[in-house]
């Protein structure tokens, strides 16, 4: 199911089963894939909330604090979808479909939450963001996406292409040093701004 996701929104939906398995549950549902979403703090998705001033620590906490745990604990390594989290996964592909995007990111997985929730009260409403103004930035980070080398990419993949091209390029044996891993780390970081700056100016 997931082979056409990034690697973010797939560390993502792993984390969506952990946090089903903490609370004791048998199937992964969309609270649980909020609490992911909000947890991993990488992706375009963790950028859109942070340009929306969502205080996910804050969201998380407060959504924790509303979610009960099963009676029996859960020992099942994979877990099903509930029919609302798969509902909301088929949203997310129609959202990257929409775009004309071949991968599916954090930022479908977030409009599919969104879309899933859209009218109706839950706990994805304590994001206070709403679906229109979210998708439109989507849409905006898809546009300038497509202008470069790497069509149907998310922005997030063409710094991690960057990144990783670079990372090839160096002799094996200095590959895994303490500094090459920092100096990587500080350039995804800078590199990762930047675009975003990029973006901002190109609206």
């Not at 082979?3 to 952990?18: G, H, I, W, Y």
């Not at 969502?54 to 390594?77: A, H, I, N, Q, Y």
Request: charged share 30%; with cysteine.
């Amino acid at each position: 199911m997931y082979e056409r996701f990034t690697d973010s929104a797939k560390k993502v939906m792993l984390l969506a089963n952990n946090e089903a398995q903490r609370f004791n549950r048998e199937s992964i549902g969309t609270e649980h894939a909020l609490l992911a979403l909000l947890k991993v703090n990488h992706g375009v998705a963790a950028t859109i909330l942070k340009e929306f001033d969502v205080d996910t620590s804050k969201v998380c906490r407060k959504l924790e604090d509303s979610m009960e745990c099963g009676p029996d604990l859960v020992t099942m390594g994979k877990l099903p979808l509930t029919p609302e989290m798969k509902a909301a996964m088929q949203l997310a592909m129609d959202e990257a479909r929409g775009l004309k995007h071949r991968i599916i990111g954090t930022q479908h997985l977030l409009l599919g939450l969104l879309r899933a929730h859209e009218g109706v009260p839950s706990p994805i409403d304590s994001l206070g963001i709403m679906l229109e103004p979210t998708r439109g930035r989507v849409h905006e980070l898809g546009e300038v996406a497509e202008q470069l080398a790497f069509p149907y990419c998310t922005p997030g993949d063409h710094v991690r292409f960057a990144i990783k091209a670079i990372w090839e390029a160096l002799p094996e044996e200095t590959r895994d040093t303490d500094e090459v891993e920092q100096e990587l780390r500080e350039l995804t970081e800078q590199a990762w701004q930047d675009f975003l700056q990029w973006t901002k100016g190109s609206r």
